[in-house]
């Protein structure tokens, strides 16, 4: 039975930066492509940005200028690179694994844009 974790979430002020992570563990990415998703609060679940198995990315249209998905050369951590956050960036992040047979959310992390 494989998971992801994720951590890296945190206060941060406007225009700041965060990187998160999503930690897999049974399985690696060379199996998997992992998506990050997010939700604020009163709101629904939305995406945020993708690597296939083959690095290939994908990015919500409002995002890609700010955020970065990749993941390392172990495979086994992915990461989002989030730069010049907003307070419209604050939610609770989800890492979301998807392989043949499995898919794995996270529990999330927490990001909160306040000054």
């Known amino acids: 039975q494989g998971q992801v974790k994720e951590s890296g979430g945190g206060l941060v002020q406007p225009g700041g930066s965060l990187r998160l992570s999503c930690a897999a563990s049974?399985?690696?990415?060379?199996?998997?492509?992992v998506a990050w998703h997010r939700q604020a609060p009163g709101k629904e679940r939305e995406f945020v940005a993708a690597?296939?198995?083959?690095?290939?990315?994908r990015y919500a249209d409002s995002l890609e200028d700010r955020f970065t998905v990749s993941v390392d050369d172990a495979r086994t951590t992915a990461y989002l690179q989030m730069n010049l956050l907003q307070h419209d960036d604050t939610a609770m992040y989800y890492c979301?694994?998807?392989?043949?047979?499995?898919?794995?959310w996270g529990q999330g992390t927490q990001v909160t844009v306040s000054s």
């Open positions: 049974g399985f690696t990415f060379n199996d998997a492509a």
């Open positions: 979301y694994a998807v392989g043949v047979t499995f898919n794995y």
């Open positions: 690597i296939s198995e083959f690095g290939v990315t």
